[in-house]
């Protein structure tokens, strides 16, 4: 879920059955690839850093870098939260309205995602700014998350997948939140950014009323 900006939290760390070793060395691969792609990143910015370099920093080969992420974007872009916020919100009440389901949900995982508040959280967000190529991306990551909501919705409450109050909902509560959290950038990433993210769901629910 791309909006959500954050350093992904390695899915070896959340509960369930323990992966086996393959899947625990494909982790520990992409993380290694993120962390060095971060690391020259921070040193030589975004646009200078070629991935054959990361590859290089990382231990592992150009063609592996690839297999993990298709695209330089993508080490940026990609996270493991849509599964996770699926499931917390199809674990709302029933009878919660359906904007208040997803504040909810969308609130109680990013105090988690954005609790440790890693450098590397506060540099994807910086990126996503700055860099054209990554916020043109991050529009394609929110339209999937932004369907993945919908859908459940629509389970929630017996309405089609294409009713378009739904998707509009759904549309606006992920755009309201990559806002907040760029407001949060250029405010100098000094407080909480759930704050930000609690404020920008309280214009929705109020109604674009100020």
Known sequence: MTVMASAPTSPAAQPGPRLGL??????????????????LFEEQGYDATPVDQIAEAADVSPSTVFRYFPTKEDIVLTDEYDPLLEAALRSRPADEPPLRAIRNTVLGAMRDILGDDSPEMRMRNRLIRDVPSLRARSGEGMGKSARMLCSVLAQRTGRPEGDVELRIATTAVLAAMQEALMVWVDEGQTGDPVDYLRRALDVLERGLTF
């Open 22 to 39: 393959r899947e625990r060395k494909k982790i520990q691969t992409r993380q290694a690839i993120r962390a060095a792609a971060y690391r």
